[in-house]
């Protein structure tokens, strides 16, 4: 086997994503990876735009029936996204944001799917203290605004944007699946969180075609984790599929991925946007994907990178998306608590037993500065990051890991703290 340290030329440059629930951007980076020489070439690749974004599959040389699996992880992707997309009219999320805001207080029932990613993302919002809210869809929206004008927003702007915000303005029934909002302006938006999900959603349906231990995805014609039935099922089963389930899809699954995978031809990596990945196994002749993470003062180089195995991973910035004004500079992720942009960070990439989760955790630690990322992380064991926080002026910038150890993070181009 290849070791690590000689095969770090192979590394995918993944660029660093400014992705976050409350961004006013794009949900990742835009240039495509770059061809870095001793990156096998035998790889095979699919790909689609979906949630504004490129998703990807890359998968080692194995059975060509994973090729159909590839597929239809990526038109699970395209359900998610009409689930999700508040940028869509028709999608299952805007018509419950539409009912909801003209029923309250008695709220409409939702699907079990929705009701349950709902449940799930109030969950994180609390247990970050709001630093991830999924209901900061207006001041999204404000900034947004803002951003085109080059013009920050007035108090009152803010504060009428921040009418309804708050995981305290929406009230769930579990028995009735029922969900009301206390705000007629309250909005879920899961841009934070969606793209995540689309991708544990999809890995799961990968699992089942790639005949990864435990798996249960489309392919197996297996229950997904949280009870639905995806669309897209094939009617042929990958002769190699497992009939148990995997709990790659929700963010409380227990345990994460690792130790499920251990033939190439079972591994996989996918990404959205680049900002936010998920991996199984390891890509053939080493321990792990090589996901380079971008520089965030130096985009032309690379930070660190990270050898991603059976967990997911996302990167949060602002180094592309901001405006200045009168000498102050206003990035694009938004402490949903105060309205204004966040402050102190200049990047945070988490690793988590899901995307969807490390996609909210990206967010949330960019917000809440290194001291509480470090203190959440050092109560969930399960939770890893790298962050880099705001030099002083006049100094470099300077990372610092939580959970990381030497097989996961090497070469970093900035001094640890």
């Known amino acids: 086997m290849t070791s690590r ?3 770090l030329t192979g590394q995918l440059p993944w660029p660093a994503g400014d992705v976050g629930g409350a961004s006013w951007g794009s949900d990742g980076g835009t240039a495509p990876p770059a061809e870095v020489p001793g990156l096998p070439t035998n790889t095979i690749r ?45 999608s299952t999320l805007s018509q419950l944001n539409a009912a909801a805001s003209a029923a309250a207080p008695a709220g409409v029932s939702v699907p079990e799917e929705l009701f349950t990613l709902i449940e799930q993302a109030l969950a994180l919002s609390r247990g970050t203290g709001g630093a ?19 013009l920050p927003p007035t108090e009152s702007q803010l504060a009428a944007a921040r009418v309804g915000t708050g995981v305290d303005s929406v009230q769930l029934a579990r028995h009735e699946r029922r969900v009301a909002f206390a705000h007629p302006q309250t909005q879920l938006n899961f841009n934070a969180f969606g793209k995540g999900y689309a991708l544990d959603r999809a890995g799961w349906i990968l699992d089942g075609w790639c005949g990864a231990p435990g798996s249960g995805g489309q392919g197996a014609g297996g229950t997904s984790p949280d009870g639905t039935s ?28 690792e130790g499920t995978v251990s033939l190439p031809e079972q591994a996989w990596l996918m990404h959205g ?9 390891s890509l053939a002749g080493v321990d792990g994907w090589p996901v380079g993470i971008r520089h965030p003062q130096f985009p032309q180089k690379t930070l660190a990178t990270i050898w991603l195995k059976d967990r997911g991973l996302s990167t949060s910035g602002s180094g592309v998306q901001f405006f200045r004004h009168r000498g ?76 990381l150890t030497e097989s996961d993070l090497m070469f970093p181009d900035v001094p640890t703290s």
């Open 46 to 90: 699919l790909s689609q735009t979906a949630m504004a974004a490129d998703f990807e599959v890359i998968l080692n040389p194995g059975p060509a029936s994973r090729l159909q699996g590839a597929s239809d992880a990526l038109a699970e992707v395209d359900r998610i996204e009409q689930l999700l997309s508040v940028y869509r009219p028709s």
């Open 132 to 150: 991830f809210d999924p209901t900061a869809g207006r001041l999204v929206a404000l900034w947004r605004t803002a951003l085109k004008q080059s």
């Open 328 to 403: 102050r500079r206003y990035g694009h992720l938004i402490d949903p608590r105060t309205g204004w942009p966040a402050e102190g960070m200049l990047s945070a990439t988490v690793l988590a037993p899901t995307a969807a989760e490390a996609e909210a955790l990206s967010t949330a630690f960019f917000v809440l500065g290194v001291e509480r990322a470090q203190q959440y992380c050092h109560n969930h064991p399960q939770i890893s990051a790298l962050l880099i926080p705001t030099p002083e002026p006049g100094q470099r910038a300077v990372w610092v890991a939580c959970g």
């Open 230 to 257: 995806p669309g897209n099922t094939s009617p042929e089963a990958s002769p190699n599929s497992s009939q148990s389930v995997q709990p790659a899809a929700g963010v409380t699954s227990a345990g994460g991925m």
């Open 5 to 7: 340290r000689k095969f």
């Open 273 to 281: 946007g680049y900002s936010s990945l998920l991996a199984r196994g």
